[in-house]
Nanobody
Framework: QVQLVESGGGLVQAGGSLTLSCVAS????????IGWFRHAPGKEREFVAA????????YYADSVKGRFTISRDNSKATGYLQMNSLKPEDTDVYYC????????????????WGQGTQVTVSS
């Protein structure tokens, strides 16, 4: 079993930056892919970004390309989401997820989820 804990959310002004962290504990593995999603009540879950086990491949939703950067530090069992040029529409609860795969895929759901961290962008 793997436990994921997100942190780094908060309130920022439009155009500002924020970095989210996702720390894994338990039976972790460097071959796990990491992804970020955002989900607000009454709305569909939205994919944000994902990264392969080595960090060599990254994937982004069109809405965040050029603004967000996903990364990881396997020595610390931690994933990151650097968010720049934030917009009010980025406001949401952000969730970290992991798949027991070298490269992330949409053919199956993530194997593990974090508890979420709130990001609020004011105008």
């Amino acid at each position: 079993q793997v436990q994921l804990v997100e942190s780094g959310g908060g309130l920022v002004q439009a155009g500002g930056s924020l970095t989210l962290s996702c720390v894994a504990s338990g039976q972790t593995c460097s071959t796990y892919s990491i992804g970020w999603f955002r989900h607000a009540p009454g709305k569909e879950r939205e994919f944000v970004a994902a990264i392969s086990s080595t960090g060599g491949r990254t994937y982004y939703a069109d809405s965040v390309k050029g603004r967000f950067t996903i990364s990881r530090d396997n020595s610390k069992a931690t994933g990151y989401l650097q968010m720049n040029s934030l917009k009010p529409e980025d406001t949401d609860v952000y969730y970290c997820a992991a798949q027991r795969l070298i490269v992330p895929t949409t053919t199956r759901d993530p194997d593990y989820w974090g508890q979420g961290t709130q990001v609020t962008v004011s105008s």
